[in-house]
């Protein structure tokens, strides 16, 4: 069955310097399972290529049913220095609920 | 000891609602009201504008904000902790005094804390052995020593709890943590030993659940936000916080917005690294020890947070010039939009290769169709896009080049693709890019400085 992440999870994400940090959040315990399988490094670096040209750190918090993604040398420089229209890359979180699973 | 106390978010950012505060003080009862005004690029500009009038460099939005709620903070007995002191406390708080004055206030204790801005003690600091290398990339900061211009250190909790020691109605500080100015109450009211970690952790948590204002009660909600009612009353959120280190984040009743687990951990995820390493100058916070309950009624309970002891360093950040940039849109309709706009791209890259302009980067955005997604961008059918806006922006060293930049982008209006508009603004003019230098610093380098004044 396919289903696209934004059915099961919600999110945030921000800046820290050049890299983003994207939060993905399961609406619940079976969606965080399924997160928590799916959503590995590997997979979100390759959803976000040609836009993370950097490393991706993953990091686990069970208790809010969350993943928590670092996708380094992501937003053009960072800050004032960055050109990109999103330069803070607060609409990332959306576009990793994009991403189409197969489960 | 006080039972519980009310810490309210009054302010995520410089910039934002302006009637929050003043919401956060009327709405309801509160005890304190902490307000972060301070981002990386605002420390440079508060530089700059001191550098020009000794007596400016805070937020001047702050004197108007108090001079409209001292009355009642004094009525209510609610203190203020703000970091809007930026690069000047002092004159941030004569400027309240003065405002505490005309209000005929005769009773006001503002307490400012001094010794974060390290910008002309860097050579010594430098001399001393501590090169301030780069915390991302390791590098000396010898190199870009005289482009910077700010350099402030960050400061946690303790000297505002200092300055609530000695009676402070008022905190005004510089570069502070923005959760030390949630936790600094915490410790003030019940008592808290400072090697109590889990409290401290616990405070700092929170102070991350407010320090955005609304992100934490329904604003920039990913979830079901469509379900969430009168944004445009939205309750700023409130701590209400016990000697256990147990808080429940809510908001004042007859506010829009949510807080849910939901809103609250989506606020939890922002802006965080590692999340066991959560390194503050109080402590170091694990946040994947943090346990939500939401209890309905726009409550929810944060609890279990563990915390370790804090690093011997406090965090550096410095602003430095480097260089230039400008940004051009044009906006291109139906039909053919986006084809108008990559060709009016083209166009103008030809034409700044001819007159031999050179930029450290180029970049073009299509608004309307990949702008912020790129590559994850859906296809789509040029039949069906109404509009596209085309964004060019460049930087670079040279301020000329720069400027020419903006010089290239009205002509095409007339000299390239139809049915183009929204070129009101006149030329893109440069602005500075303003580049960070975060590094750390020996905590025994640098001791915060606590002064009261007072009105009597």
Redo the contacts between chains.
Sequence with gaps: MKIRLIEIA???S?????AA?V?I?A?DDKGYEIIKKHLTVERVKK?????CLGEV?R????????L?F?LHNTL??????S????AQG??L???L??MVLEI | MKEKIRIASGQGFWGDLIEAPYNQVTKGNIDYLVMDYLA??TMSILQKQKNKNPTLGYALDLPKLMKRILPICKEKGIKVITNGGGVNPASCADAILKEALDLNIDDLKIAIVLGDNILDRLDEIIDSGCELNNM?TAVSIIPVKNKILSANVYFGAYPIVEALKKGADIVITGRTTDTGLTLAPMIYEFGWDRSNYDLMAAGTVVGHILECGAQSTGG????DWETIENFAEIGFPIAEAYPNGEVIITKHENTGGRVSF?TV????????????EYITPDCVAD??????QDLGNDRVKVYNVKGKPETEFYKVSCSYK?GY?A?GTLTYSWPKALTKSKIADKILRQRLNNIGLQFD?I?T?F?GYN??????AAKIDENIINEIML?I???SEDRDSVSRFGQEIAPLILTGPPSVTGFAGGRPKPS?????W?ALIPKKLVEPIVKLLELR
């Design positions: 919600h999110g945030r921000g800046d820290k310097g050049d940090n939060g959040i609406y959803h976000f290529e040609g836009i750190e990091y686990e918090l069970p208790n809010l049913r969350a928590n670092l053009g420089g960072g800050g004032t220095v050109l990109k229209l999103d607060k609409t979180a959306a576009a609920l994009r | 990386e690029v991302e920039n909600f990913l979830g939901e951990a989506e606020q939890l995820l922002y802006e965080i690294g590692d999340p066991k946040f994947s020890s943090i346990k939500l480097n940039k940004v980067e970049r955005e608004v702008a912020v997604h790129e590559t994850l964004r922006s460049v930087r500075d890019v303003i580049a960070y975060p």
